[in-house]
């Protein structure tokens, strides 16, 4: 057996270095801009701190305690699951039928494309603006269309038990153009010929073809749409800031709208961290279960 000198031993266990090199600025800003200020809050939830103070106390796990007998941090919780189970499951199914009437379209396609995304281009506060006067109670133009037919009209951001369907409403609206998208280029992708071979054994109809080739090939690009789509969801407050403020009586509190009052209104920064911490953990949970759950039912090409 062929034994190495301790020389040329030296040359095969040495690291190249240089990729850690390259590697170097962006783990730098990553500790900087994400993990810092991750760890900053994860800090200031065991703490009793408020914006201004100029000292604090470490009080433990308090502030944890306190929001599990609050009940306006479940009932934000509540509606952030009522908005995003009203919101996921729609956006995406409209997404999908609209790119799959899209690819079916022999020309303007390109025109039906950027109708559908011009709400995610938009500035979503500058949108949200155009629909506190769409939805405004008096000179609203769809209280004004409504009038027109002789149907009831609404004070659709200001009633209980209607405002959130509202923002949902507006929700679904922002962001299936973004799911259009991603489902378009999953179509794109998904070879002619299968299409072809399925209507050789038999898959005459649209809806059979959809059932075999295309449903099972789109099952990667639908996960990857489902998970981000329920984060961006979890994620609203633009509109709830804007049109709401979490009223009529906390019925559309969100999370985000629970961490953004509690530290920024009411200054209690150790409580917002705490409210922060939780509602990572509840998306980071939600996306295992979904990727997880998802990705048996994926076929990958």
């Known amino acids: 057996m062929k034994t190495l000198k301790p020389h040329a031993a030296k040359q095969r266990t040495k690291i190249n270095w240089a990729p850690m090199y390259l590697l170097g600025p962006a783990l730098v800003l990553m500790a900087m801009f994400l993990l810092g200020p991750l760890l900053a ?24 305690i306190e929001l599990y007998h609050d009940k306006n941090f479940w009932r934000s919780l509540r509606n952030t699951a009522f908005y995003s189970v009203v919101v996921v499951p ?3 199914v409209l997404g999908l039928g609209v790119a799959l009437l899209i690819e079916a379209q022999k020309s303007f396609k390109d025109f039906y494309r950027t109708i ?8 979503l506060i500058a949108m949200a603006i155009s629909w ?27 009633t209980e038990g209607l405002a959130l369907w509202v923002l949902a409403a507006i929700g679904i609206w922002n962001q299936f153009g973004f799911n259009m998208v991603l489902f378009l280029a999953g179509l794109v992708s998904i070879p002619r010929h299968l299409y072809d071979a399925a209507a050789m054994d038999g898959a005459s109809s649209a809806l059979e073809r959809f059932r075999l080739v295309t449903w099972p090939l789109l099952g990667p690009v639908t996960l990857f749409v489902v998970v981000i789509t329920t984060i961006r969801s979890f994620q609203v407050f633009d509109t709830v800031a804007i049109l709401t ?7 559309t509190e969100v999370l985000l709208y629970t961490m953004y009052a509690e530290g ?6 150790g409580y917002a961290s705490a409210v922060t911490i939780v509602f990572l953990v509840i998306v ?3 996306t295992i279960i979904k990727t997880r759950y998802l990705e048996k039912k994926v076929h990958y090409a």
Do not use: C
């Not at 408020?50 to 433990?60: E, M, N, P, R, V």
């Open 132 to 158: 506190q006067f769409i939805l405004h109670p008096t000179f609203g133009f769809l209280n004004l269309l409504l009038k027109e037919f002789g149907l009831p009209t609404h004070n659709w951001l200001r």
């Open 245 to 251: 403020k979490g009223g009529p009586s906390k019925s």
């Open 284 to 286: 980071l949970a939600l």
């Open 41 to 64: 809050v994860l800090g200031l939830s065991f703490t009793d701190y408020q914006l201004g103070a100029k000292s604090f106390s470490w009080i433990g796990v308090e502030n944890f």
């Open 264 to 269: 920024f209104e009411f200054f209690k920064s």
């Open 90 to 92: 729609t956006s995406v």
């Open 116 to 123: 559908f995304f011009l709400p995610v281009m938009a500035t």
